[in-house]
C-alpha cells in the first residue's frame, strides 16, 4: 500500500468571502509556532505509518506560500526525514499569485516543490474583486511568467479558474483562453 501526505497552512493575505476552507487572515504572527506545531505533530504521526511508502506530498491550504521559503524547506525535510518519502514522490504547493516571485519560485523548485498549484480564479477585474481575491489578473500573468521562467521549470502548474455560476459560456470560455495564454 502507498500513502500522500496533506498539509494544511491556514495563513492566507486576506479572507476571500466565498470561501470555505480553513483559512485565516491577520495570524501572521503565529506562523513561526505554526511551522514549529507541523513539525512535532509529524513526528508523532511518523511511527503509525512506518514501512508505508509516501509517493505525494500536498501543501495546501489557506496558502502555504504565505510561510517563508526557508520554512517550506523545514517542513519537506522533516517529512522526508521521518517518513518514507519515495524519491520520485509528487510534491506540490498551492500558492496565490501575490506570495510568489522569482526568488520564492526558484528556492521552492530547489528545495524539492516540483509541483504549484496556483489560484487564478478569473481574469476579470471586476469578477476577482467579488470574489475579494487579493490580487488581480496581471499577478497572476507574472507570477505564472516567473513560474516558467526558472532555470528547472515545474513539473506541472495547475491555475484553477473557478467559473462562478452567474458566469455565462461567453465569459467562461473567454477565461478559458486566457487561462491558456498564460500557462502555456
Ligand atoms: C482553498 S484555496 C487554496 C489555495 C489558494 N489559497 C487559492 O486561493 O488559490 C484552493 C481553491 O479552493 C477554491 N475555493 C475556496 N472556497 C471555495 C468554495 N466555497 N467553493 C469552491 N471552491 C472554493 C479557491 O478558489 C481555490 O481555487
Ligand atoms: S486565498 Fe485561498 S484559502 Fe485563502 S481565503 Fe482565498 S480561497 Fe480561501
Redesign the pocket.
Known amino acids: 500500500m502507498s500513502a500522500g501526505i496533506y498539509v494544511h497552512v491556514p495563513f492566507?493575505l486576506t479572507r476571500?468571502g466565498?470561501?470555505?476552507?480553513n483559512?485565516y487572515a491577520g495570524l501572521d504572527h503565529l506562523r513561526p509556532r505554526y511551522v514549529r506545531a507541523l513539525l512535532a505533530e509529524a513526528s508523532l504521526a511518523a511511527a503509525a505509518w512506518d514501512g508505508e511508502e509516501v509517493v505525494s506530498v500536498f501543501l495546501?491550504?489557506?496558502?502555504?506560500t504565505t510561510l517563508d521559503a526557508a520554512d517550506l524547506k523545514a517542513v519537506l525535510v522533516h517529512l522526508r526525514e521521518r517518513f518514507a518519502v519515495t524519491h520520485d514522490a509528487e510534491v506540490t504547493i498551492?500558492?496565490?499569485p501575490d506570495t510568489v516571485d522569482a526568488p520564492k519560485l526558484t528556492a521552492l523548485l530547489e528545495s524539492g516543490f516540483e509541483r504549484l498549484?496556483?489560484?487564478?480564479?478569473s481574469f476579470d477585474t471586476a469578477v476577482l474583486a467579488s470574489?475579494e481575491?487579493v490580487h488581480g489578473p496581471d499577478a497572476v500573468r507574472r507570477a505564472m511568467a516567473a513560474a516558467r521562467e526558472r532555470k528547472k521549470p515545474f513539473q506541472f502548474v495547475t491555475v484553477?479558474p473557478?467559473a462562478r455560476p452567474r458566469h455565462g459560456i461567453v465569459d467562461v470560455n473567454a477565461g478559458f483562453a486566457k487561462l491558456l495564454r498564460v500557462a502555456t
Open positions: 492566507c476571500c466565498y470561501c470555505d476552507f483559512a495546501g491550504g489557506g496558502t502555504p498551492e500558492a496565490n498549484s496556483m489560484g487564478a480564479q470574489l481575491r484553477r473557478d
